[in-house]
């Protein structure tokens, strides 16, 4: 197994080419402190948790999406792994939403066909995967609303109306105006306070006009 430093993957980690032996070996796998694995496109993927101000913006996500959540639901940002046999994926989306029942097992593996919301907010390691892979498989779950926070870009993707072929719908808007979140929600989401913190040190590393 190999670790990358710029993206952390530990590749080389398709044991037999079994998705159920690959959760074992997820399974058994000591993450580092500060990181979450995932299967995503037949490999391991070890990749960091969100940047400090990436909580701020879940809260205010998680905040204004749960007055509007379907009867029985519960959303959530704790780390918690969904898989797609289908797909061979397992995810640990940043904000996730489904109903109680789902959560009511020992198990660590839970079922991606009970979401009915997951948000990402990308980083540069994992944008890609967020941008291209997550958006076929949430749709052919049949996940209601997938949310990507384009953290770079500083914009929002809202994809609805899933099917087989993917999302038949989609919307963006840049962070600081409101975007619309779909059935089962159907409510807007307010991005202001999602942009990235304000250097409050640049003045220091300009040099003082000369004299």
Not at 49 to 69: F, T
Request: aromatic share 8%.
């Amino acid at each position: 197994m190999t670790l990358m430093a710029e993206r952390p993957v530990i590749s080389g980690t398709k044991p037999g080419g079994s998705f159920e032996e690959m959760l074992d070996v997820l399974e058994e796998l000591h993450v580092p402190d500060g990181y979450k694995a995932e299967i995503i496109s037949g490999n391991i993927v070890v990749s960091p948790w969100s940047k400090g101000y990436y909580n701020r913006v879940m809260k205010l996500v998680c905040k204004q999406l749960e007055p509007h959540l379907p009867k029985g639901h519960e959303i959530d940002r704790a780390p918690t792994l969904f898989v797609f046999p289908g797909d061979e994926c397992a995810y640990g989306p940043d904000i996730h939403a489904a109903h109680e029942q789902v959560l009511e097992t020992e198990s660590n593996h839970l079922d991606g066909e009970g979401l009915c919301f997951v948000a990402e907010l990308t980083s540069r390691s994992t944008r890609t995967d967020d941008l291209t892979d997550k958006v076929e498989v949430y749709a052919k779950a049949g996940v209601p609303v997938y949310l990507i926070l384009d953290m770079q870009e500083e914009r929002a993707i809202v994809y609805g109306s899933p099917s087989a072929k993917g999302y038949e719908d989609r919307s963006t808007k840049p962070f600081g105006e409101k975007i619309h979140i779909p059935a089962p929600f159907d409510c807007m989401l307010d991005m202001t306070g999602f942009h990235r913190p304000k250097k409050n040190d640049e003045s220091r590393l300009t040099p003082p006009p000369a004299p």
